[in-house]
């Protein structure tokens, strides 16, 4: 039935679409895995906040007596000042299409029932994951990479058994500043070792790992070596405690000096650029919403803004040949921790300007994926080998 095929293809993609809306439901995890040859990301590490559904009810009561309690403090409404009014504003106008995609969450019983096993490590084949290794055994690239030492550093790329490296691949390469790629001709993982930890490297994949002083380095020196899809994450300064522990942030002007338009390919890229609310929208195994939609200083989804920026020389059609991207999109994703961002790569591909296959670059990332540039202080946090396991 046509049911069954959608759930199929959603355990071959990770991306099931809601019936009749521009909503999406995705599991990072299952689309991450499609950049990996030799490797699986472990579900229960990606999904550390994953919500149990409870049989018990506790949860509803919980979250019922904080909204009590919410409601209590919210009684006299303050003044909105005018920055505020307008994320008012975008809020009233963003909420139907969230309350529309949530409603036909509920309505898709086949995704529904398969939600809790998403975070199920056991269809790996086999399970060598190096979980039990603590946290604090990662290295912090953001602390690495501030030391007068950071250009000795060295990392090494060693490819798949099968695989004969080329004089050049078995070089050390500088960790920091450098543009390490992974274009081996047989499209395999490589696995790279700095300072005695393992990382693993997608497919077709690389990585430039520096500070935004930096980031001229990663300006190509011919156009048209730029890049067609663009996404920006960055490290937006707000004044949530909770956040500073995670990464360092930064005064949000500084945004306006990346150059995008140098970083751009000659015939275009499309832009993404994360706007960020304080707490993402937190929806149970069973679909059911955790807190309220309309709390003020908590809106608890994201927004993803796309843009284009135009080539120098446009020809006429160059406008006709971009298909234009319907506005109010919804994406619903399980959510990584520390403020993880699903690959939305995918559901961009068909807006992407230029010829294919796009070349994709994230700003301040901290993954790597198959057919990207990932760029930031910390690309490699969450190719530690410690969230993967091998197959
Ligand atoms: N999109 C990423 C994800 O889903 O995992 C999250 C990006 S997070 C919002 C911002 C990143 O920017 C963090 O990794 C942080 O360390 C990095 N960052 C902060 N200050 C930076 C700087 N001065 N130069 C480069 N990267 C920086």
Not at 78 to 104: D, I, S, T, V, Y
Not at 112 to 122: A, E, I, Q
Not at 271 to 286: G, S, Y
Request: proline share 7%; aromatic share 10%.
């Amino acid at each position: 039935t046509d049911d069954y095929q959608k759930l199929s293809m959603f355990f071959k993609s990770g991306i099931y679409r809601l019936q009749g809306s521009n909503a999406v439901f995705m599991d990072p995890v299952r689309v991450l895995n499609l950049s990996y040859s030799h490797f699986r990301v472990s579900p229960s590490s990606y999904y550390s906040r994953f919500f149990e559904p409870n049989p018990s009810g506790e949860e509803h009561s919980r979250v019922s007596k904080n909204q009590r309690k919410r409601k209590r403090k919210q009684k006299k409404p303050p003044a909105l000042n005018e920055r505020e009014q307008a994320a008012e504003e975008r809020h009233q106008k963003a909420k139907p299409f969230l309350m529309k995609a949530h409603e036909l969450l509920l309505g898709a019983n086949d995704l529904l029932l398969n939600l809790g096993k998403l975070r199920s490590d056991d269809d790996s084949p086999t399970s060598d994951c190096e979980q039990s290794m603590v946290e604090s055994d990662e290295h912090s690239f953001v602390e690495l990479g501030s030391v007068w030492q950071a250009p000795l550093f060295e990392i090494s790329l060693y490819p798949h058994k099968d695989y004969k490296p080329t004089q050049d691949e078995k070089r050390n390469t500088p960790a920091f500043g450098s543009l390490i790629a992974n274009n081996n001709m047989a499209n395999c993982d490589m696995e790279a070792g700095f300072l005695n930890r393992q990382y693993i490297i997608p497919k077709q994949s690389s990585f430039y790992m520096s500070d935004l002083k930096q980031i001229h380095g990663l300006i190509p020196v011919k156009r048209d070596c730029g890049y067609n899809l663009i996404v920006v994450d960055p490290p937006w300064e707000n004044s949530s405690a909770y956040q500073k522990l995670k990464y360092p942030t930064l005064p949000n002007r500084y945004f306006l000096s990346l150059p995008i338009k140098k970083l751009a390919h000659e015939d275009g890229a499309l832009l993404a650029l994360w706007v960020t609310n304080k707490e993402k929208l937190r929806v149970k195994a069973d679909g059911s919403l955790i807190g309220e939609l309309d709390l003020f200083h908590h809106r608890p989804y994201e927004c993803l803004v796309l843009g284009y920026c135009y080539p120098e020389v446009e020809d006429s059609d160059y406008f006709s040949k971009l298909k234009s991207i319907p506005d109010g999109q919804v994406l619903i994703s399980i959510p990584g921790d520390y403020s993880r961002k699903p690959p939305v790569g995918e559901m961009l591909r068909e807006y992407i300007p230029g010829s294919h296959p796009a070349r994709c670059l994230e700003l301040f990332a901290r993954e790597m994926v198959s057919g990207w540039t990932s760029w930031g202080n910390e690309p490699l946090r969450f190719q530690d080998s410690r969230y993967f396991s091998r197959t």
